[in-house]
């Protein structure tokens, strides 16, 4: 079983900053391929950006460029920065680990265990 707990969601303004966490329990973190997901308010959940055990990376096109996914496994942690906010980016973030680890797939049937999401509200 892992658990997963995120932090660091909350307020932006357009054009700001915000940085997500996420730490995981367990000692196979590295293992693990981790993803973070985002859903509006009456829309899908969809793939932000994830991350394989390899260090290999997938951006979705609406953040790519702005977004950046990191790990630290040393901290069982990973992280994603977001820069140049914009108010369309206003959801619930999940993260998200599959435990498979190899690749980092975008479809959120792949991953087993979720943690209990962060809102982030970027205002205009």
């Known amino acids: 079983q892992v658990q997963l707990v995120e932090s660091g969601g909350g307020l932006g303004q357009a054009g700001g900053s915000l940085r997500l966490s996420c730490v995981a329990s367990?000692?196979?973190?590295?293992?693990?391929?981790m993803g973070w997901f985002r859903q509006a308010p009456g829309k899908d959940r969809n793939i932000v950006a994830a991350?394989?055990?390899?260090?290999?990376?997938y951006y979705a096109d609406s953040v790519n460029g702005r977004f950046t996914i990191s790990r630290d496994n040393a901290k069982n942690t990973v992280y994603l920065q977001m820069n140049s906010l914009k108010p369309e980016d206003t959801a619930v973030y999940y993260c998200?680990?599959?435990?498979?680890?190899?690749?980092?797939?975008?479809?959120?049937?792949?991953?087993?265990?979720w943690g209990q999401g962060t809102q982030v509200t970027v205002s205009s």
């Open positions: 991350i394989a055990m390899s260090g290999s990376r």
């Open positions: 998200a680990a599959d435990v498979t680890g190899w690749s980092t797939s975008t479809s959120s049937n792949d991953y087993s265990y």
């Open positions: 367990g000692r196979t973190f590295s293992r693990y391929a």
